[in-house]
């Protein structure tokens, strides 16, 4: 799993596939916990590198693992990169109920970080149904308490949301104003 690992951060997307494919070959399901990081991670380069069919079928393989193993956090994060793919494929409704999902195991766990998470992504799904106000909304609650976790990549990524929201609105100053914080925290981080 770490060679995948290391070709994800590199952004060779198909080794990561392939590396990660292999590591699965390896494991049973006795081995839950390391098997639901690893279908995640899988799930991630396969909807990273255009292949959404493939990122569902895992997701929702990470999904049916977490919840049989009781795993609020990551039976949130299944639902929240499902509502994801469903979101880029324009399927919105069935985003925004996976998303929906994310959100309410994320709260019963207790998990801020998810919870953000879901703001942000069901934020943006009202932004593509043209709902600026409602999706200014969810993502300036993310942004408060990615602010309050102290992440500064996922601040500077709900920073980068509002102004392609507010940039949608007319409102450009603002939106300006959102992208230059957004490029600042980035740039403080190395985040290409």
Do not use: P
Request: with cysteine.
């Amino acid at each position: 799993m770490s060679a995948g690992n290391a070709a994800r951060t590199r952004y060779a997307y198909r080794r990561a596939t392939r590396y990660y494919t292999s590591a699965l070959q390896c494991l049973d399901e006795s081995e839950h916990v390391l098997l639901i990081e690893l279908l995640h991670n899988l799930g991630d380069v396969q909807q990273a590198s255009g292949d959404s069919k493939s990122a569902l079928e895992t997701f929702e393989r990470m999904r049916e693992l977490a919840w049989r193993m009781d795993n609020l956090n990551k039976s949130g994060a299944a639902h929240n990169r499902i509502g994801r793919v469903h979101r880029e494929a324009g399927r919105l409704d069935e985003a925004l109920r996976h998303l929906g999902a994310a959100m309410a195991l994320f709260r019963l766990a207790n998990d801020e970080r998810g919870i953000a998470s879901s703001l942000d992504d069901t934020g943006k799904v009202h932004w593509l149904k043209g709902d600026y106000e409602l999706a200014l909304k969810q993502m300036t609650e993310a942004l408060e308490l990615r602010r309050e976790i102290a992440d500064a990549r996922s601040i500077a990524l709900s920073l980068n949301n509002i102004g392609l929201v507010q940039q949608d609105s007319g409102v450009f100053s603002d939106a300006i104003q959102y992208f230059t914080e957004s490029l600042k925290i980035r740039r403080g981080i190395n985040d290409v």
